[in-house]
């Protein structure tokens, strides 16, 4: 049986990928948030998973208004690092886990979640930049990695109650697959930030680092917390912190053993978190 054996949680902003990706994170600027990561990265490489599912919201660049799934899963062999503007992040591509994903939105389309099946699909610095924290500048990713998109750019936005359970039917989705698989579940996005209008740049350490000790110590209880006070406490783009939901609600029901805990303020317009929870059994 497959199982998930921790999860991993951090923001995702683009510049952090720029500054890799042009050598820049040994400026002072970088130097701090990346010593944040170095853990992280020695972590992963003693318990690196057979697969990733990997949590994230794509901004615009796969998807668009012309459509908008609330929740998608890829299931293709492949996915290519999007160009966002500036052409593709010079990252490896990424390999998917087409059986698993598959596996996956059987049991959690049959537990009424209703997903959109992603054959096809680039992915955007909400996907590699989480990658290339954790896993470093590499010619290979890995392991394969299995993304699971989530909409939280466009109005209306899953609730995080709904993201919680969401992650729990894909915990019971992943003991139920018929391999011996170690499967780490990623949350990310946020934390606190705001891009445009008359708030941009807020930032708020104090309701971030509530937020993780709660998402540690009583995640169901975070779970409803309701989407307005994320925008209004943690700024427009803050929303995009109930998609950790969807990785804690996958974790056990005992408590977590925390591997890594790091918050950082600022990476372009954002406060950086970072969590890495253990499953204790
Ligand atoms: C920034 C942060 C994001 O989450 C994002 O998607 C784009 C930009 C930023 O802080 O620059
Ligand atoms: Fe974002």
Redo the contacts with the bound molecule.
Sequence with gaps: MARITASVYT?????IGAALDLGKSGDDYWKPLFAGYEPSKAWFKENTPDVIFLVYND?ATAFSLDMIPTFAIGCAAEYKPADEGWGPRPVPTVKGHAELASHIAQSVIQDDFDLTIVNRMDVD??FTVPLSLICGQVAEWPCPVIPFAVNVVQYPVPSGRRCFNLGRAIRKAVSLYDEPLKVQIWGT?GMS?Q?QGPRAGLINREWDNRFLDRLIAEPEKLADTPHLEYVQQAGS?GI?LVMWLIARGAMSDLPPRVAHRFYHVP????AVGHLILENSQ
């Design positions: 923001s995702h902003v683009p510049a901004h610095h909400g996005g930030h891009l783009e995009e990476a372009s317009n954002t």
